[in-house]
Each structure stands twice: as C-alpha cells, then as structure tokens.
C-alpha cells in the first residue's frame, strides 16, 4: 500500500482534487501475461488477446496472411503497433480514402470515428491500444469481426 506523509497528502490531494478518505482506496494494479492466457478465435484466420482497464485496452491480435478486417469505425483511438507482418490500411471514406502499409516496428494512429478496414499482406502479430476500451469487444458483439475471413 502506498503510503504519504501528512503534508504530502494533503498537498497531492490539492493537486488531485481528492480527500484524504480516498487515500485508503488507490486501486490496486492488475497482472496478465499473453503467454498464458486463451486466445479467442474469431474466425479462421484471425485470434485475440486483450486486457482492460478503466482507461484503456490492451489488444494482441494475430492474423493469418489474407485475414480481412472489414471496414469499420468506433468512437476509440486507435494505436496500432505491428511487432511482425505487415497490414495494409484503408483509411477514410470517398476522395479522402487512402492507403497506408504498417510493417513490423512501425505504428498507426487511428483517431475516433475515421471510417478504416485491414488486410494482412503477410502473417502479422499486431498489438492495438484503445482508449476508452472497446465496450463491444467486452461485450462479444463484435460480429464484424467474427465473419470476417479473406478476400
């Protein structure tokens, strides 16, 4: 448990906007490890991994070469970190629609509500960031990705 002399508290309350009672509830951190938890196949080529907190969510997908992600949007930022493989993003809807190619060290920032589909140009393990999480991967009413396969 943390602890904080008087004066400290009361000044990292100032500054935090929170009363000395609060002190006694700081949440508690939350281990996972992707080694060992289930992946969650959503289809034939496709699987997940994600842990989630109040703020954000952690997500390691695996995609199979020629996985579809299928056109879609959500009111989450998006960070996409490719660890391995390459996905080649359509972003954008009309004249302003373009491509972009993420490999393997490289990362896409997908701002809320921008319309965007993925396809894997080879086998790619890919780890995305959303803020806030994704209330519909939580809830497993993500059908958008559950029928997807290939093009």
Same mark, same amino acid.
């Given at each position: 448990m943390l602890r904080f002399r008087?004066?400290?508290r009361h000044a990292l309350g100032y500054a935090l906007n929170v009363n000395?009672?609060? /002190?006694?509830n700081i949440p508690q951190a939350t281990h996972a490890s992707f080694h060992s938890m289930p992946m969650e196949q959503l289809n034939p080529l496709i699987q997940r991994q /994600?842990?989630?907190?109040?703020?954000?969510?952690?997500?390691?997908?695996l995609?199979?070469?020629?996985?579809v992600v299928p056109e879609h949007r959500h009111v989450?930022?998006?960070?996409?970190?490719?660890?391995?493989?390459? =996905?080649? /993003?359509? =972003?954008?809807e009309g004249d302003a629609r373009r491509e972009q190619v993420v490999r393997s060290g490289e990362v896409l920032v997908i701002p809320p509500n921008l319309p965007h589909s993925a396809e894997a140009l080879e086998d790619t393990v890919d780890l995305?960031? /959303?803020?806030?999480?994704?209330?519909?991967?939580?809830?497993?009413?993500?059908?958008? =990705?559950?029928?997807?396969?290939?093009?």
């Open positions: 008087k004066e400290d000395e009672e609060s /002190f006694q /994600f842990v989630y907190g109040e703020g954000a969510m952690l997500a390691r997908i995609l199979r070469q020629g996985a989450n930022e998006q960070i996409s970190y490719i660890l391995e493989g390459a =996905l080649r /993003f359509l =972003l954008g995305d960031v /959303f803020t806030p999480p994704r209330a519909d991967w939580i809830s497993g009413d993500d059908a958008y =990705l559950r029928g997807a396969a290939e093009r």
